[in-house]
């Protein structure tokens, strides 16, 4: 068999696949989508309908009427946006610390900072629940920013040396000949050529706090510091589960997410490529 003749029977089963993984993806969305738009009668119907007589936004609307879903929000804002900011600005430097600056030791400096991801996160529970207790920060968003950055701050070290090892010295040499300082240079420089990436860290690390439930499941209590994914999990209560708020719920928390993949996919995209090609 010639090499033509084999990608046109590949080119239709490769295609038949892409579409099969994109139906098992789809169809949980489009269900939750439904259900948070069906009458309340036909959420637990048998055979189960697609479409059902009646859709209705008006579970929509009673999230935002009977739930304080705006300050959900809200707190989710400040604590992924408080988290990315510190997580760039301290690995950016970090890993350009670890790429220009080399001494003894700089290596298993660097194997020690991923290290530490090695260990479960769930097993360090307990002394963080006594520290944040100890430190008088329990139930504020203070210690879900500073444990998420201590969480995330490794990984995106790594992923952020792997760009600024891909540039050249003689950048910062010519930004430093016409009378830039090192760290004028750094952020003159360096930042403007490593946008993308850095745009792809802040992405992921953004997505990751916005998605955050078990941190805040333990690090806080009462509603004053409640973020949108912990507030979802109470439409789940004691006598019955309100199935077509949780739904109308995750639609809505799973906006900004899919707002991002879609304007700002490519950055993601590329800065993992770049990413992992540097690694090899």
Avoid at 24 to 49: C, H
Avoid at 110 to 116: E, K, P, R, V
Avoid at 218 to 225: A, F, Y
Wanted: aromatic share 16%; proline share 6%; glycine share 8%.
């Amino acid at each position: 068999m010639d090499r033509r003749t084999f990608e046109r029977i590949i080119s239709p089963v490769g295609s038949a696949i892409v579409i099969l993984i994109l139906i098992l993806y789809l169809t949980p969305i489009w269900w939750g989508i439904s259900t948070s738009l069906k009458p309340w009668e036909y959420v637990y119907t048998w055979p189960p309908r697609w479409w059902a007589p009646g859709m209705t936004l008006f579970f929509y609307y009673k999230i935002f009427v009977s739930r304080p879903l705006f300050h959900w929000i809200w707190n989710s804002l400040l604590y992924a946006g408080a988290t990315t900011g510190v997580v760039l600005l301290f690995s950016s430097i970090a890993s350009y610390s670890l790429v220009r600056f080399r001494f003894r030791g700089s290596g298993k400096v660097s194997f020690a900072l991923i290290a530490t991801r090695f260990i479960p996160p769930i097993s360090l529970t307990v002394p963080i629940f006594l520290m944040s207790r100890a430190w008088g920060l329990y139930n504020t968003l203070t210690i879900l920013v500073l444990v998420t950055t201590y969480l995330n701050l490794p990984t995106q070290v790594w992923l952020l040396k792997a760009y600024f090892e891909a540039i050249p010295w003689e950048m910062e040499e010519s930004a430093m000949i016409d009378g830039c300082t090192r760290l004028g240079a750094f952020f003159r420089v360096i930042v403007p050529m490593c946008a993308h990436f850095m745009a792809s860290a802040a992405i992921i690390t953004f997505l990751g706090c916005w998605n955050a439930f078990y941190w805040p499941l333990v690090l806080t209590s009462g509603p004053e510091n409640e973020v949108i994914g912990l507030g979802i999990y109470h439409f789940i209560g004691d006598g019955m589960t309100y199935t077509n708020e949780i739904c109308a719920g995750g639609i809505i928390f799973s906006l900004p997410a899919i707002l991002l993949c879609v304007f700002a996919g490519k950055y993601i995209l590329r800065g993992l490529a770049v990413g992992g090609l540097k690694g090899l």
